[in-house]
């Protein structure tokens, strides 16, 4: 039996209604079931099945509130992820690291950890209880395990963006009041050199070919 008929029939044990909508009412998902709940309960939301059937089947089974349908809730699987892309990877090893240094922040009692409360506090009264808009990318935070996480996490992803960032190429301008002087010994060398590739044998060298070439010389210094 799938794991999503085992939920279904826990909660029709239970008292939920499952309707069967028409295929042409729109918009419908293929593997999505729709449901009411009892009286008793007013919301709903989250994975049906113990943690130990989504090891084993690989998916979970979630309900939630239907975004279309006002009164029905939605049941679906979400099937666990076979491949995560090397952006998931590195965003989930800063979502650990910042977990870790949570952890140790909220269990210490050295000046760091407590300028860390200090924060908080601040936040907690200006913010929880205060009404202020919190910080960007903060939200209001109850508790300090929690507001610490998010602020290390945010610092983090600041730190790894900024580390990715190609370097920005330096250099020096050339000022226009610079003075720039030709050798006149190099300009010689390099108009001999122009001159020997270009220029025909005497005996078959024609005279208005080399007035021009001379009259495109540039003056000598």
């Known amino acids: 039996m799938h794991l999503k008929t085992i939920v279904i029939n826990r909660l029709k044990w239970d008292g939920f209604d499952f309707v069967s909508l028409p295929r042409t009412d729109t918009p419908h998902k293929r593997g999505v079931h729709y449901f009411r709940p009892p009286v008793e309960v007013k919301t709903l939301w989250g994975a049906m099945d113990t943690r ?10 979630v309900v939630r509130p239907s975004r279309f349908r006002n009164g029905l809730f939605e049941l ?35 000046l760091e950890a407590l300028t860390w409360r200090v924060r908080f506090f601040n936040h907690y009264f200006t913010v929880v209880k205060g009404g202020a808009k919190p910080e960007a990318g903060m939200k ?17 992803q600041a730190e790894r963006k900024k580390a990715q960032e190609p370097e920005p190429i330096s250099f020096e301008p050339v000022s226009a009041d610079q003075p720039f002087r030709l050798q006149r010994h190099t300009f010689h060398t390099a108009a001999n ?14 005279p208005q070919n080399e007035a021009i070439w001379h009259a495109n010389l540039p003056p000598p210094i």
Do not use: M
């Open 52 to 61: 130990k059937e989504g090891r084993h089947y690989k998916k979970r089974i």
């Open 193 to 206: 050199t122009v001159l020997n590739a270009f220029s025909k044998p005497e005996d078959t060298f024609e």
């Open 76 to 110: 679906y699987a979400y099937h666990f992820p076979t491949h995560w892309s090397k952006a998931c990877v590195a965003n989930r090893e800063l979502i650990k690291e910042a977990q870790k240094q949570a952890h140790a922040i909220e269990h210490d009692h050295s």
């Open 140 to 156: 209001r935070y109850a508790r300090f395990y929690q507001y610490t996480y998010v602020s290390i996490y945010r610092q983090l």
